[in-house]
């Protein structure tokens, strides 16, 4: 019985030690940018192991390192669709990278192409460089592999609308948000177009009003962009009261943050609303880019909550 109870807290003594010692282990690896460069003094040559230590360091910003190894990845494998897709992310972001990052975006297109978020990235490129047919074919690829590609369809709508082929735009983006209800950049481009557009008959200030109310709520009345767009809709309907106080607090919220581009708009609109005018641009004005895929280390999906499809 003795022996028995001594082996009992032998046991228990050695399981108490490995909780122990693997309690130390994990925390002297929290950082997991250290456990990937340690993993790598062991095996330098695993690709895998650069692409999640890459990714990791361009969540911390530090993009320059996070380039080198995706680069070392794709030196051991040269056609990993990963690392050519999170490369080319991050070389996107300079203006002096953007041909390099669309021939990593091919690459990863070569060994992947019914990839939606290469597509998606690759068309707003294209479409920052002015070329907007080049970019449509591209978001139409995006929307012809995944119909329900919230961002397909969006870059779509606006790169067709922006290229004067309205009723096609619009269509992709309500298309947008019968995916998405909650997408407030789908909700805030149709309701700008709808209040700000050059053409009476394709100006709707009801449902721009409907639309950037929506937007209003889902961003908690804290968005300087969604406040200028409800002060825009308002003075569509001739609000202009209410345009004005809306466009005010706009500015103050701008000028906070320190947008100071968008505080110099806001201040030009005012003061059309402040003379009873409303405000009108060519939707090729207000081509956002801003709608793009997953960032590097993610897989390209769709993964934000943008509420159901409508029924």
């Known amino acids: 019985m003795r022996r028995r109870s001594a082996a009992a807290a032998i046991m228990l003594i050695l399981v108490g030690g490995e909780v122990f010692a693997t309690r130390l282990y994990l925390r002297h690896w ?4 250290s456990l990937y460069r340690h993993a790598l003094t ?7 192991l650069h692409i999640d230590l890459a990714s ?5 910003s530090k993009d320059g390192e996070a380039v080198k190894h995706f680069r070392l990845a794709l030196d051991i494998e040269p056609r990993h669709p990963l690392a050519h897709y999170n490369l080319a992310l991050l070389l996107s972001k300079s203006e002096d990278k953007a041909d390099e990052a669309i021939q990593h975006y091919r690459r990863e297109l070569s060994s992947k192409p019914s990839f939606t978020g290469a597509q998606i990235n690759l068309g707003l490129l294209r479409q920052s ?12 690829q995006a929307v012809h592999i995944d119909p329900e590609s919230v961002f397909g369809h969006f870059n779509l709508g606006e790169a067709l609308v922006a290229n004067g082929q309205t009723e096609e735009g619009f269509k992709h983006l309500r298309e947008t948000l019968e995916i998405a209800p909650k997408f407030v950049p789908g ?17 709707d200030p009801d449902e721009a009003l409907r639309l950037s109310e929506q937007a209003m709520e889902l961003t908690q009345n804290r968005s300087a962009d969604i406040l200028d ?5 308002y003075a569509a309907r001739g609000q202009f009261g209410l345009a004005e106080t809306t466009a005010e607090k706009a500015l103050t919220i701008a000028s906070r943050i320190e947008r100071k581009e968008l ?8 003061a059309l609303y402040k003379q009873s005018k409303p405000y009108t641009e060519d939707p090729n004005e207000h081509l956002d880019g801003s709608a793009s895929e997953a960032s ?16």
């Open 129 to 140: 460089e002015g070329r907007l047919d080049e970019a449509i074919r591209h978001f139409w």
């Open 187 to 203: 909700l805030k481009h149709l309701a700008w177009l709808l209040a700000t557009h050059p053409k009476e008959g394709i100006r």
């Open 229 to 233: 767009v409800l002060a825009a809709a």
């Open 30 to 33: 929290r950082n997991t940018e």
């Open 42 to 48: 062991v095996c330098p040559r695993s690709a895998a």
């Open 296 to 311: 590097p280390g993610e897989s390209g999906a769709e993964t934000e909550d943008f509420g159901e499809r409508q029924s």
């Open 263 to 270: 505080v110099g708009q806001i201040t030009e609109r005012l």
């Open 56 to 60: 990791d360091l361009s969540l911390q």
